[in-house]
């Protein structure tokens, strides 16, 4: 029994990590859908497709719980995950909520995918939360393309990075949210581009709502516990490692 998680790539890394600290004596099992990443720009019906077949497969290792570590594949698919899997499943979306609560200026940016940006479920997030507050919305997809290629403190990603949330700071937007999973591990260079602004990031929101979810479930603690399983769709290799993942292993 396990709790499993999936995204497009690494990004959901930084949710891993999160459920990870939540319950340390939990199994984990995580799927990156590398072959088929970046699901930002894919059609819906695609991302839909990935999504369900992602799930599927960590079900079919023993996933208990299946986490969806990803905004855009939530988006698209997580009434479609509900409905045709026998497990509960987490789903995420951007910090919209806790970002309006946050703004002293009354301007947000969510930094994010096309595709989450666009779904229906965004639109109602921010219709229901909203309250007034002026919501930008970023698509940065190269911010994907340097998680995926690890390169998280260069001067070329300080300055990718720089030029989607420096515009932003320097019209008065003092809230950012992390609404794409890859984003987190560039938390320091967002900081850097806009100091002083309040970074939202939902990965403890999503790990304390996986921890109620796996207690329901009765997905209890493993013994001896705490290993993390990592696979992903291009080499499908499933290693077991105990307390720590392959790649930037300061991630967790
Ligand atoms: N990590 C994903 C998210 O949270 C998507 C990145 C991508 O594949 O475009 O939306």
């Known amino acids: ?27 984990l099992i995580y799927l990156a859908d590398t072959a088929h990443c970046p699901y930002g720009p894919l059609p819906t019906a695609q991302v839909r497709a990935r999504s369900l077949a992602c ?20 988006s ?14 987490v789903g995420m979306e951007p910090g ?9 200026t009354g301007r947000v940016a969510v930094l994010a995918t096309s595709g989450t940006l666009t779904g229906d ?43 989607y949330v420096a515009p932003l700071a320097a019209d008065g937007v003092d809230t950012l949210v992390l609404g794409c999973t890859h984003f987190p591990p560039l938390r320091g ?5 806009a100091p002083g602004a309040t970074i939202i990031d ?11 979810v796996a207690a329901v479930a009765g997905v209890g603690p493993n013994t001896p516990g705490g290993r993390i399983a990592f696979s992903n769709s291009r080499l499908l290799v499933g290693l ?8 930037p292993s300061s991630w967790l």
């Not at 997580?78 to 026998?86: F, G, H, I, M």
């Not at 229901?128 to 690890?150: H, I, K, N, Q």
């Not at 939902?202 to 109620?212: E, I, M, P, S």
């Open 121 to 163: 479920r965004f639109a109602r997030l921010v219709e229901r939360f909203g309250d007034g507050v002026e919501v930008r919305t970023v698509a940065c997809p190269e911010m994907v393309s340097l998680v995926e290629a690890g390169d998280l403190a260069s001067p070329r990603a300080a300055a990718v990075v720089a030029g």
């Open 55 to 74: 799930a599927r497969w960590l079900v079919g290792q023993g996933a208990r719980v299946v986490v969806v570590a990803c905004n855009t594949a939530t």
């Open 96 to 104: 919209v909520k806790p970002a309006v609560a946050a703004t002293r």
């Open 240 to 247: 077991i490692m105990p307390h720590i993942l392959p790649g």
């Open 1 to 27: 029994m396990s709790i499993g998680l999936f995204d497009s790539g690494l990004g959901g890394i930084s949710v891993a990590r999160a459920v990870r600290a939540a319950l340390p004596r939990h199994d």
């Open 202 to 212: 939902t990965g403890l929101a999503v790990a304390a709502q996986t921890a109620r």
């Open 189 to 193: 260079l967002i900081a850097a581009a």
């Open 76 to 89: 698209a698919a997580v009434e479609l995950l509900r409905s045709a899997l026998p497990v509960p499943i």
